[in-house]
């Protein structure tokens, strides 16, 4: 299966800072990953598919980059509702697995 | 709107099987497939397998063969996840969710959204 991991486990910052998220595969998955945003008792929102595609509605201040095994995305001008957990998933293997998670808390 | 609502809250007992459901609407229910993720308490997300509304077709992830069996229902728009022989470890939150996406380029991205509410799933003696 592949392997995700992310990093940062945790991150602090601050509302306006901009802040990125690492996301690594264990083997080459081209562009076929996704970020979610899940906050605290509710079901994971998508954020961004395919690397870099926005979804409908999510703000622009985010923004997934990466191919390959590296991804990143990246939250310019933190808002006050951004302080929560993502999580990254590859879509290249039918195992769908997800990253561990990166939790961004407020500094 | 395109809409997932899951079953209620369940708590079971070792050893014990429970099926929650997913009911879909806003769309046409076989033309998605259907996965199902889990949350432990604290923990991240777990892919549990698809289901082929269209056709029943389905796919299990590895850890959850032998245990796991998903249906639907197409008359009712409703897709079904059952989980035997319950341990404490499958305490957790179950997702629903809607696979879409696109093909381009020669490549066929997927992704998951909506997701259904999720139900709550506490195993306990």
């Known amino acids: 299966d592949i392997q995700m991991t992310q990093s940062p486990s945790s991150l602090s910052a601050s509302v306006g800072d901009r802040v990125t998220i690492t996301c690594r595969a264990s083997?080459?998955?081209?562009?076929?990953l996704n970020w979610y945003q899940q906050k605290p008792g509710k079901a994971p929102k998508l954020l961004i598919y395919a690397a870099s595609s926005l979804q409908s509605g999510v703000p622009s201040r985010f923004n997934g980059s990466g191919s390959g095994t590296d991804f990143t995305l990246t939250i310019s001008g933190l808002q006050p509702e951004d302080f929560t957990t993502y999580y990254c998933q590859q879509s290249y293997s039918t195992s769908y697995t997800f990253g561990q998670g990166t939790k961004l808390e407020i500094k | 709107q395109v809409q997932l609502v899951q079953s209620g809250a369940e708590v079971k007992k070792p050893g014990a099987s429970v099926k929650v459901s997913c009911k879909a609407s806003?769309?046409?229910?076989?033309?998605?497939?259907m996965h199902w993720v889990r949350q432990a308490p604290g923990q991240g997300l777990e892919w549990m397998g698809w289901i082929n509304p269209n056709n029943g077709g389905t796919n299990y992830a590895q850890q959850f063969q032998g245990r796991v069996t998903m249906t639907k229902d197409t008359s009712i728009n409703t897709a079904y996840m059952e989980l035997r022989r319950l341990r404490s470890d499958d305490t957790a939150v179950y997702y629903c969710?809607?696979?879409?996406?696109?093909?381009?380029?020669?490549?066929?991205?997927?992704?998951?959204?909506?997701w259904g509410q999720g139900t709550l799933v506490t195993v306990s003696s």
């Open positions: 969710v809607r696979e879409s996406g696109y093909c381009g380029g020669g490549s066929c991205f997927n992704w998951f959204d909506p």
């Open positions: 083997q080459s998955i081209s562009f076929f």
């Open positions: 806003g769309y046409t229910f076989t033309g998605y497939y």
